[in-house]
């Protein structure tokens, strides 16, 4: 029964782990797969690397629909729900909250009202990761396929 035990707990422990990583890695924006309404984006790679147990750096790289090149890094993201302050823009926060192993809730405010909020889930087998955002009136899914 103890050894049971012990294999179930570092079975449940393993598929935790693999539930974190799940958001880790490069991916692509499928733009056939995705219902982009006010987004001026043409193409998009995001890069997600883990920083620690509860944190991570995401890079982006994307070209708008006018074909100008942009490069993002929003350094380091924590997933305790907290508010921290935008290292670019004055007077915007963002806190990301895990919900559960396969989704996060983003939420941005800007003097303290909420401006925008994304819902991020990754599919059971880790392959597409959705991106439901919500910014005023918009309301479009962003599908990214892992690379």
């Known amino acids: 029964m103890r050894i049971a035990f012990n294999v179930l707990a570092a079975l449940s422990f393993s598929m935790t782990l693999m539930a974190a990583e799940s958001f880790y890695g490069t991916w692509k924006l499928n733009m056939a797969k995705s219902k982009l309404q006010c987004s001026d ?40 729900g907290k508010e921290y302050p935008s290292p670019t823009q004055a007077g915007v926060t963002q806190s990301i909250q895990r919900i559960n192993a396969s989704t996060h809730k983003i939420t941005t405010k800007k003097d303290g009202k909420v401006v925008v909020e994304i819902t991020s889930t990754v599919s059971p087998d880790g392959k597409v990761q959705t991106n439901h955002r919500v910014e005023g009136t918009c309301d479009e899914t962003m599908v990214f396929e892992k690379q």
């Open 41 to 80: 984006i043409a193409s998009e790679t995001m890069k997600i690397t883990e920083t620690g147990p509860n944190s991570y750096h995401n890079v982006i790289d994307l070209v708008s629909k006018s074909g100008q090149a942009r490069h993002q890094d929003s350094g380091n993201r924590f997933l305790d």
